[in-house]
């Protein structure tokens, strides 16, 4: 069974910084891209940040682009997201989700249950 | 636009057929993948590629795509399908969602 386990959210003032990271099991996880998506309270889905098998390649979005990296260590199973310089508009739940990319297009098949990060002074 | 457009709020009667839209320019290169979320829970993924179903999502649930345009079809809505419901594409940047449609069910 897959599963993906957040980790590492809580309350952090402005200009403060955050290590989430995500436990995966149930599958070969150095196999696939991971993400991060997030999701603020009472809006939607937003995507944050994808990286390769290899960690080779890294993609985000650019409200987050020189702030926020995205790593993940295969040996440990494990992705990660430093967010650095965070602001109140970064608050939200922070879900892991491992992604398929292909010529065709890309879909989130499983996610985590999520780990909010609250900005606030 | 590389923005992903979706009509906010949709309501359907029980049994009946409902479709859900969703517009960008990058759909008219790549399927759109389709969430299902839940009040406090993750979303889920309900279908994928041109249309395909992850196991265990009912077959009530279809997708389809013409030009910039996909469309999530529930035919035959349930009660349980009430929900608020994602598009997502790939981009030449990543990935973006939809803003999101909230489906009532009558």
């Known amino acids: 069974e897959v599963q993906l386990v957040e980790s590492g959210g809580g309350l952090v003032q402005p200009g403060g910084s955050l290590r989430l990271s995500c436990a995966a099991s149930g599958f070969t996880f150095s196999s696939y891209w991971m993400s991060w998506v997030r999701q603020a309270p009472g809006k939607g889905l937003e995507w944050v940040a994808n990286?390769?098998?290899?960690?080779?390649?890294?993609y985000y979005v650019d409200s987050v682009k020189g702030r926020f990296t995205i790593s993940r260590d295969n040996a440990k199973n494990s992705l990660y997201l430093q967010m650095n310089s965070l602001r109140a508009e970064d608050t939200a739940v922070y879900y892991c989700?491992?992604?398929?990319?292909?010529?065709?297009?890309?879909?989130?098949?499983?996610w985590g249950q999520g780990t909010l990060v609250t900005v606030s002074s | 636009s590389s923005e992903l457009t979706q009509d906010p709020a949709v309501s359907v009667a029980l049994g009946q057929t409902v479709r859900i839209t969703c517009q960008g320019d990058s759909l008219r290169s790549y399927y759109a993948s389709w969430y299902q979320q839940k009040p406090g829970q993750a979303p889920v993924l309900v279908i994928y590629g041109k249309n395909n179903r992850p196991s265990g999502i009912p077959d009530r649930f279809s997708g389809s795509s013409s030009g910039n345009t996909a469309s999530l079809t529930i035919t035959g809505a349930q009660a349980e399908d009430e929900a608020d419901y994602y598009c997502?594409?790939?981009?030449?940047?990543?990935?973006?969602f939809g803003g999101g449609t909230k489906l009532t069910v009558l």
């Open positions: 989700a491992r992604v398929v990319i292909n010529v065709w297009g890309s879909y989130f098949d499983y």
């Open positions: 997502n594409s790939r981009d030449s940047s990543g990935s973006r």
């Open positions: 990286i390769k098998q290899d960690g080779s390649e890294k």
